[in-house]
């Protein structure tokens, strides 16, 4: 597709449900990052994917977050067993590579816990 | 810690002022400086990076390492200006952001 698209693009959930939020990155694009955007928190890294290396996961807040790229290009993030301070956007970017800090950032999934 | 500090939640001016958004940084080593710009209903998008020394769309960015800032500026805002304004800093791939200034620019 002409940029990076995720879905859903709202979510509602009940507490202690768990969520699965889609990346689908720009073609050809080998590295992919996941940000929680919330009001004055701003953006807060939580994953960083390159190629075939190993995630950088040091910004995922908990255990109960995970992610996961396949195929070296859709990508996953999983919150489980949500609360509500997980209330967020959650904004997934990719880049060329890692000689370059031009992010192209989805739209977000905005997730709403009760 | 890497860290990026933008002091300012708001920032209002009347067209025609002058803007600057504020940044600073914590980094070890010698970080590449990034502002990103969100208007209203679109994607977050690249605005300028230090390294290229650019202007876009009247904005400018100075890196000054004695400082460790990397402020925005613009000698004349316009209303189409607004927006929500973040800085970033990247070294070894990842790419730390502020909290953001909304910068809002009144007629």
């Known amino acids: 597709g002409a940029g990076v698209s995720q879905s859903p693009s709202n979510k509602v959930t009940e507490k202690g449900k768990d969520v699965e939020l889609r990346c689908d990155p720009i073609?050809?694009?080998?590295?992919l990052y996941w940000y929680r955007q919330s009001l004055g928190q701003g953006l807060e890294f939580l994953i960083y994917?390159?190629?075939?290396?190993?995630?950088?996961k040091s910004g995922l807040p908990s255990d109960r977050f995970s992610a996961e790229r396949t195929g070296g290009s859709v990508s996953t993030l999983t919150i489980q067993r949500t609360q509500q301070e997980d209330s967020a956007v959650y904004l997934c970017?990719?880049?060329?590579?890692?000689?370059?800090?031009?992010?192209?950032f989805g739209e977000g999934s905005r997730l709403t816990v009760l | 810690a890497q860290r990026v500090t933008q002091p300012e939640k708001l920032l209002s001016v009347f067209k025609g002022a002058p803007v600057e958004l504020k940044c600073n940084y914590s980094?070890?080593?010698?970080?590449?400086l990034f502002w990103y710009v969100q208007y209203s209903r679109q994607r977050l998008q690249l605005l300028l990076r230090?390294?290229s020394r650019e202007s876009i769309k009247g904005f400018t960015a100075d890196l000054n390492k004695g400082e460790t800032s990397f402020h925005l500026k613009k000698p004349f805002a316009q209303e189409e200006d607004s927006a929500m304004y973040y800085c970033?800093?990247?070294?070894?791939?990842?790419?730390?952001f502020g909290t953001g200034t909304r910068l809002l620019v009144s007629p």
């Open positions: 970017a990719s880049t060329r590579g890692p000689e370059t800090g031009e992010l192209f």
């Open positions: 073609s050809g694009h080998t590295a």
């Open positions: 994917f390159q190629g075939n290396s190993a995630p950088d």
């Open positions: 980094y070890s080593g010698s970080p590449e």
């Open positions: 230090h390294i």
């Open positions: 970033a800093a990247r070294r070894f791939q990842k790419l730390v």
